[in-house]
């Protein structure tokens, strides 16, 4: 074998190579990314605008990336699946605290809600999905009493938006 044919078949093999580890990485970028609304409860039970002023937030610090907890109107036609649950539909235009991230949420995620001087520790157990699978969580509050609470946002493979009403909260111990 000649050198000269040599070179030819080692860059072939050096594109194809190319071309086969760049298509993975792309592959490995394409998700939408994931979004957590949390709808804010007044006392009463009543829902609330998260954008109020006398409402204070705070999340926990993490090293994913994406956007942290911010005030945000529910749009259904701006979520992950044109099917959603009726549940959110009805929602549309309420300001929930919004989380959001690349791809999904890699650990649990904690923020703590502060309403007339009242605290509630919230506890969002996330899924652990595949690398590139994003998914909707859309979470009702129970009426705002201080305390810790926590959610387990469990969601079938094949949903990618997904309701959790306020009765699923449970008190922390």
């Known amino acids: 074998m000649n050198w000269s044919r040599l070179r030819i078949t080692f860059g072939i093999a050096l594109v194809i190579a190319i071309i086969t580890v760049a298509a993975q990485t792309s592959r490995a970028q394409i998700c939408p990314g994931s979004n957590l609304y949390y709808l804010v409860r007044d006392g009463k039970g009543a829902i609330i605008n998260a954008g ?18 911010g005030a945000q109107a ?8 044109k099917t959603v649950p009726a549940e959110v539909s009805e929602l549309n235009g309420k300001v929930a605290l919004r989380k959001m991230t690349f791809c999904n949420f890699q650990t649990d995620l904690k923020l703590s809600v502060t309403l007339g001087g009242e605290t509630m520790n919230l506890l969002f157990h996330t899924p652990r999905l595949d690398d590139t699978v994003s998914k909707d969580f859309v979470v009702e ?15 079938p493979a094949d949903v990618w938006v997904n309701y959790y009403p306020a009765k699923l909260w449970k008190k922390q111990r």
């Open 52 to 69: 109020r002023k006398d409402l204070k937030y705070l999340g926990e610090a993490t090293k994913q990336p994406g956007i942290d907890w």
């Open 74 to 81: 529910i749009n259904d036609q701006q979520m992950r699946s």
């Open 141 to 155: 509050s129970v009426p705002f009493k201080a305390g810790d609470y926590e959610i387990t946002l469990d969601m």
